[in-house]
């Protein structure tokens, strides 16, 4: 079986961003930064033109998904024990006996239970699937891996493989 891919792997597919881990013990490290970094491989049959996908197709795609999150404090809003509520242009934050206040438009929620690089590598894949298929109709990704670096040689790692039905 024969398989073709892009990688891409752009100095400007970077945000910044503050967050925290919550470990299975319940400990929580400090509110602290990131300048996280993104890499992508996407799989698909080549189109009659020889292309898996235009590059400069896929990179506007992944520099709007970074952009969207950077310099922003990142959350998980599917974690047990952590609360975000709104109010009045403000954010509380609780964990345990933790509590913070930011402005709203400072803060993500998103749909992980973790800000791991593992969720955030599953989080924003996910997401390229979901915009590739709306944007190119004619492209059908086979196979996606995107990482995402927190620092220099430490990267969580999502693959998705589409399956035979799909």
């Keep these: 079986m024969e398989r073709w891919s892009i990688e891409l792997e752009k100095e400007y597919f970077k945000f910044s961003a503050a967050h925290f881990l919550i470990f299975p013990d319940g400990s929580a490290e400090r509110l602290h930064g990131h300048n996280y970094r993104v890499f992508a491989e996407v799989d698909a049959e080549l189109s ?15 520099r709007e ?11 998980p809003g599917e974690h047990d024990e952590l609360s975000v509520a709104e109010q009045g242009g403000a954010v509380e934050v609780r964990y345990r006996d933790r509590r913070y206040v930011a402005p709203a438009e ?14 955030l590598a599953t989080f924003l894949g996910r997401d390229l699937v979901r915009r590739l298929g ?33």
């Design 48 to 62: 009659r033109f020889g292309l898996v996908i235009d590059f400069t197709m896929v990179k506007p795609i992944i």
């Design 134 to 166: 709306e944007r190119f109709e004619d492209v059908r990704v086979d196979r996606l891996r995107l990482a995402v670096e927190e620092t220099s040689g430490q990267r969580g790692v999502y693959s998705f493989t589409r399956d035979e039905e799909g």
């Design 65 to 75: 998904m970074v952009d969207e999150l950077d310099e922003h404090w990142i959350l």
């Design 106 to 119: 400072d803060v993500i929620v998103l749909p992980i239970n973790n800000t791991s690089a593992e969720n």
